[in-house]
């Protein structure tokens, strides 16, 4: 516990430190971080996310903050780029082919002629969550601009019957 505690706070350090670099630059006209558009905003917190935590698995003491904020920064830069190439449309496409992958349990692949990018939706575990909800954990292949990103998400399905992704 006192190690998740550490990592956590390590990757709160770090996150901040990027969006503080982030906050320097000029001409916030696009209504996000630094003229950042929502979607540049959203990939590049949560690409600091993911590679702060990342990140946070190597090293140890000093060691172990510096990898954080190394991947922190990373992550945030790759988040950012490759979400100033996804467009709404590469948006809804993805999000819709989420929710029919979890909802049946199968792979789902998507693809915007318009843009070129595409992904891939593969269920990879399906099992009980703590309260009884059915969960399923899933990769996300994206390839946008011919590079290509894998993300994974948990998704547990509510009393209703529909699918609430959850991380």
Not at 52 to 67: D, V
Not at 89 to 105: F, G, H, K, L, T
Request: net charge positive; charged share 15%; aromatic share 4%.
């Amino acid at each position: 516990m006192r190690t998740i505690t550490k990592s956590l706070r390590a990757t709160a350090i770090a996150a901040t430190a990027a969006l503080s670099l982030a906050a320097c630059q000029t001409g916030n006209s696009g209504g996000g971080i630094a003229g950042m558009n929502t979607t540049e905003t959203v990939g590049t917190l949560g690409g600091a996310v993911a590679g702060g935590l990342l990140g946070s698995r190597f090293g140890g003491g000093a060691g172990k903050l510096a990898t954080t904020a190394i991947g922190t920064l990373v992550g945030a830069y790759a988040g950012q780029q490759l979400a100033r190439h996804f467009s709404p449309a590469d948006q809804n496409r993805a999000s819709d082919a989420e929710e029919r992958a979890v909802a049946n349990n199968q792979t789902i692949t998507w693809n915007n002629p318009q843009s070129g990018n595409s992904g891939t939706i593969q269920p990879v575990r399906t099992y009980q969550g703590t309260d009884g909800q059915t969960c399923r954990d899933y990769n996300h292949t994206v390839v946008i601009d011919g590079r290509t990103e894998v993300a994974r998400g948990t998704a547990c399905r509510q009393a209703d019957g529909s699918w609430r992704l959850v991380s």
